[in-house]
Nanobody
Framework: QVQLVESGGGSVQAGGSLRLSCAGSGSTLSMTVMAWFRQAPGKEREFVAGITRSGSSTIYGDSVKGRFTISRDNAKNTVYLEMSSLKPDDTALYYC???????????????WGQGTQVTVSS
């Protein structure tokens, strides 16, 4: 079992930055692919970024490329999402997820956190 807890969300003005963290339980976290998804009201859950077990490979959704950076510290069982140049369209509930395969579909991730809200005002 993997338990995930997100933190770092908040309210920021457009153009600002935030850093999200996802703390995982269990030593097996280092063996999982990690990802961030987001979901805005009335919209489907959207892939934001993913990172392999070692951290050597990352992948990003088209809407965040060049603005967001995912990283992980396996010694701390923590995954991060650095968000910069934030836009109002980035407003959503951000979820951390853990899975076995390096894929962008939310259906491939078995473990989820409760989410942390990010609100970007214009």
């Amino acid at each position: 079992q993997v338990q995930l807890v997100e933190s770092g969300g908040g309210s920021v003005q457009a153009g600002g930055s935030l850093r999200l963290s996802c703390a995982g339980s269990g030593s097996t976290l280092s063996m999982t692919v990690m990802a961030w998804f987001r979901q805005a009201p009335g919209k489907e859950r959207e892939f934001v970024a993913g990172i392999t077990r070692s951290g050597s490979s990352t992948i990003y959704g088209d809407s965040v490329k060049g603005r967001f950076t995912i990283s992980r510290d396996n010694a701390k069982n923590t995954v991060y999402l650095e968000m910069s140049s934030l836009k109002p369209d980035d407003t959503a509930l951000y979820y951390c997820a853990a899975g076995r395969l390096f894929l962008t579909s939310h259906k491939m991730y078995a473990y989820w956190g409760q989410g942390t809200q990010v609100t970007v005002s214009s």
